[in-house]
């Protein structure tokens, strides 16, 4: 599994997991297919978490989450976007130069 991942990866791994990743990990071993809700967007995904299903939290909502097999090596964070993507309406006034001119409707 190390020599899949990426450098910043197998760093972390190298200084070992703490407290708080082992503790999610064992709550998944528990919960397989019932999602397991966590903070912790910094995890690196490891290959025993393949197949659960993680609630991922973005500042406001836990997104449900199942991690498949092409995922490992990559952070919990990237599958639980924590902000709206911005749909563009019609431009207003001042958006271009010429916009200053044209009459409101």
Do not use: D, W
């Not at 995904?45 to 909502?61: A, D, H, L, Q």
């Not at 199942?66 to 990559?74: A, D, F, L, N, S």
């Amino acid at each position: 599994f190390m020599e899949l991942v990426h450098c910043r990866a197998r760093r972390r791994f190298q200084r070992g997991l703490k407290r708080k990743p082992m503790g999610l990990i064992k709550k998944l071993r528990a919960a397989k297919k019932s999602a397991s809700v966590t903070h912790l967007r910094n995890m690196i995904i490891v290959p025993e978490m393949i197949g659960s299903v993680v609630g991922i939290y973005n500042g406001k909502v836990f997104n449900q989450v199942e991690i498949k097999p092409e995922m490992t090596g990559h952070y919990l964070g990237e599958f639980s976007i924590t902000y709206k993507p911005v749909k563009h309406g019609r431009p207003g006034i001042g958006a271009t130069h010429s916009s200053k001119f044209v009459p409101l409707k």
